[in-house]
């Protein structure tokens, strides 16, 4: 649909200008207004629904526990400290877990679901990356993906366009910050200098200061041996994707908004030790 765009902006250009200039500017200028109207096309339909998002995460998260066997204490504990991490209000948390038992149904339409999720939030790319982020999240929580769990986050990755390889870019972030967390905790009372003061930093890293800085490399998506210029670039990348002013103009439900501002913080802890080690501002 946008190449159509960009070939009518085109030739609208080309016939004004009077130039075949004007057609090459209508090539670039077409996918933005593709972009500025489809975002305004949509509007409607997200504030229509603005229930879909927090439904079908919770609903795939049921769907998640219930790919591995059965439903465990610990799946049902899992979808609880969640809706806890949301901070959802009573009528939120009811709906949660409806949409998280008719998740584990046998029949549930996942890929039906993805998709109407992803039609109304397609042209939000923000808001669909965090809800692969959240989902990974959980399917995380006990430190490894097994094969139905992969198998269901690439269906999510199909649904939403996103090619396999970035899905698993994903999961490796994510994986990250899975280790990160457990290893790094990071507590914005500590300066750096403590922390690297517990762990023996002076001038060599210890074994723990060598993981937690492969798994900041992880979270920004970036090899160890990355350039500053591209630690930088990737950072404010990931920042400017999980800003809380930016995601709530795009439609991210209110709900979510506390885990996007964790990972947030998550991020900025991750540079801020990238940035110690290597040396620079």
């Given at each position: 649909m946008s190449l159509i765009w960009s070939i009518i902006t085109g030739l609208i250009l080309s016939s004004v200008l009077k130039s075949g200039w004007g057609f090459i500017l209508g090539l670039f200028i077409g996918p933005m207004l593709y972009q500025a109207?489809?975002?305004?096309?949509?509007?409607?339909?997200?504030?229509?629904?603005?229930?879909?998002?927090?439904?079908?995460?919770?609903?795939?998260?049921?769907?998640?526990?219930?790919?591995?066997g059965v439903v465990t204490r610990d799946d049902i504990n899992l979808a609880r400290q969640v809706m806890d991490r949301l901070q959802l209000d009573a009528t939120s948390r009811?709906?949660?877990?409806?949409?998280?038992?008719?998740?584990?149904?046998?029949?549930?339409?996942?890929?039906s679901r993805l998709s109407e999720l992803y039609h109304q939030y397609r042209y939000r790319r923000n808001v669909l990356?965090?809800?692969?982020?959240?989902?990974i999240q959980a399917a995380l929580v006990d430190g490894h993906l097994d094969d139905k769990e992969s198998e269901i986050l690439f269906i999510v990755a199909d649904e939403f366009r996103i090619p396999r390889p970035q899905m698993a870019i994903y999961i490796q972030m994510m994986m990250g910050s899975f280790h990160f967390r457990q290893e790094y905790q990071y507590n914005q009372?500590?300066?750096?200098h403590q922390y690297q003061q517990n762990h023996n930093y002076n001038g060599s890293q210890s074994s723990t200061m060598q993981s937690d800085l492969a798994n900041a490399y992880k979270i920004l998506g970036i090899n160890s041996s990355a350039e500053?210029?591209?630690i930088k670039r990737a950072y404010r990348k990931l920042m400017n994707e999980h800003h809380p002013d930016k995601l709530v103009s795009k439609g991210l439900p209110k709900e979510m908004l506390e885990a996007a501002k964790k990972r947030a913080q998550e991020i900025q802890a991750a540079y801020d030790l990238i940035k110690s080690s290597r040396g620079f501002k």
């Open positions: 109207f489809g975002n305004k096309l949509t509007e409607k339909r997200t504030q229509s629904n603005p229930n879909l998002y927090l439904t079908v995460v919770f609903e795939v998260l049921g769907h998640l526990s219930k790919a591995k009811q709906l949660a877990q409806e949409s998280f038992n008719r998740g584990k149904a046998s029949d549930y339409p996942l890929r990356n965090i809800f692969c982020e959240q989902l009372q500590n300066s750096q500053i210029s591209e």
